[in-house]
């Protein structure tokens, strides 16, 4: 008889339900955290831009763009991260590899907060600003990757989707968390304190968010959660090569089944108010508001939609998602833009187009989950999420604010998101109805 090769011991078909409770927050935290960060850079973009980005009678847009170019710099590291933390995360175990990202986005986060400004030491400020935001890029991109095999593998039967859903639902509460404390502070500080000190407070209260998240990862067992051993009786297994390949595959899919989450979800969640500011002359406080409410339909919808993919299955959930806001984008920026428009017509309407995000961000996590074998889930969802958002969310900022200022278009955030969800519904349409039902590899 031949002994089959040695490997990690198989994780119980069904966890404990305080280790699933366990595996849940642990995963949670520090997606919090991470998007608590994201939000707080695209929330304080003006100012930042002011103390980082624009010299002594510089333009104001001008600094605009590059901080926004800063801000993709760092999606386009989130890829490296997920290679480098997935491929430790799938060799190693999940748990070191939560326990390094969440460090190294705390750190570096506050350090953001205690940076001198372009007024104190010139242009080396931008450079630190960027090679800190580099660090954030590494840490994300690995945080998603084992965050989400953590939830998605320790998940009971029959309710994957709504656990991977905690990892969007944790990205909203991060989001909303960012407005809120950059509302609070808008609310009580002058402009010249905003400029001078207040925005550093954000980013220096991720240090006691992640010490807590730290203290909660080391809670997790050393193999939580180990890749399944191969079957003694298992098929043969496939060469090298056409694992790559397939894996490679699967990375692109998953690339254009998320592009209108990261599209339209930096849109409507994270740029809206430097647009709603440098376009239609909002206030921050103002543009913040939008921001909240957007947030609050993305919050509202991302549960449900998990839980609901579970019984009807991830395609129809996020294909009806994906379809809500192509059609929808342009009409409810128009109703946003509207100078006369009621206040409760456009609150509704930044509502409504969270909520059409939350119906593709809800189910989306389970969904990469079930497309990568455990041999490689952290390394492939995370490539698969991280290049999404490199391209699509990342230079959303860029994008619409650059092609704005040069052709007066004022509905460019509108096309972008309907032009992007109109992609990804042709590439969720290839999904298999029963996925849902379907163990994991």
Request: glycine content about 12%.
């Amino acid at each position: 008889m031949t002994t089959p090769a040695p490997g990690p011991v198989r994780p119980p078909a069904t966890p404990r339900p305080d280790e699933a409770r366990r595996a849940l927050v642990a995963g949670s935290v520090g997606n919090f955290i991470e998007w608590y960060e994201f939000g707080i850079y695209g929330y304080f973009a003006t100012v930042i831009a002011a103390q980082f980005f624009t010299p002594e009678g510089g333009s104001a847009v001008e600094g605009l763009v590059k901080a926004y170019a800063s801000f993709a710099l760092a999606f386009f590291f989130r890829p490296v991260g997920a290679a480098v933390f997935g491929r430790f995360g799938d060799r190693v175990g999940r748990r070191p590899a939560l326990v390094l990202v969440v460090c190294l986005m705390t750190g570096a986060t506050a350090m953001i907060g205690a940076l001198p400004t372009y007024a104190s030491i010139g242009a080396a400020a931008p450079w630190l600003l960027t090679l800190l935001r580099i660090l954030q890029g590494l840490s994300a991109g690995g945080e998603f990757g084992g965050a989400v095999s953590v939830m998605t593998e320790c998940a009971p039967p029959g309710r994957r989707g709504l656990y991977g859903a905690w990892q969007s639902f944790t990205v909203a509460l991060g989001l909303l968390a960012g407005a809120g404390v950059a509302v609070a502070l808008a609310s009580v500080l002058t402009t010249s304190q905003l400029h001078g000190w207040g925005w550093r407070v954000p980013f220096l209260l991720t240090l006691p968010l992640g010490l807590v998240a730290l203290r909660l990862r080391l809670r997790l067992p050393p193999d939580e959660p180990p890749a399944p051993a191969r079957p003694a009786l298992a098929a043969p297994a496939l060469v090298p090569g056409r694992r790559s390949a397939e894996t490679v595959r699967a990375v692109a899919l998953g690339i254009g089944r998320m592009m209108g989450w990261s599209a339209a979800g930096y849109t409507f969640l994270v740029v809206l108010p430097s647009y709603l500011q440098s376009t239609l002359g909002t206030t921050f406080q103002q543009a913040l508001l939008g921001t909240v409410l957007a947030n609050l339909g993305f919050a509202a919808s991302i549960l449900p939609a998990g839980g609901l993919s579970d019984r009807i299955g991830r395609r129809a959930v996020m294909v009806a998602g994906a379809l809500l806001v192509a059609v929808l984008a342009l009409p409810l920026l128009h109703v946003v833009q509207d100078l006369d428009g009621s206040p409760y017509a456009k609150g509704a309407a930044l509502f409504a187009a969270g909520a059409g995000v939350g119906l593709m961000a809800g189910p989306g996590p389970a969904m990469l989950a079930e497309m990568f074998p455990a041999r490689v889930r952290c390394t492939g969802l995370g490539l698969a999420y991280a290049l999404s958002n490199a391209v699509f969310a990342g230079c959303a900022g860029l994008i619409i604010t650059g092609v704005a200022e040069r052709t007066g278009n004022v509905d460019v955030p509108g096309y972008y998101a309907a032009a992007t969800c109109a992609v990804s519904v042709a590439a969720l349409l290839a999904l298999r109805g029963d996925d849902h039902e379907r163990a994991l590899r």
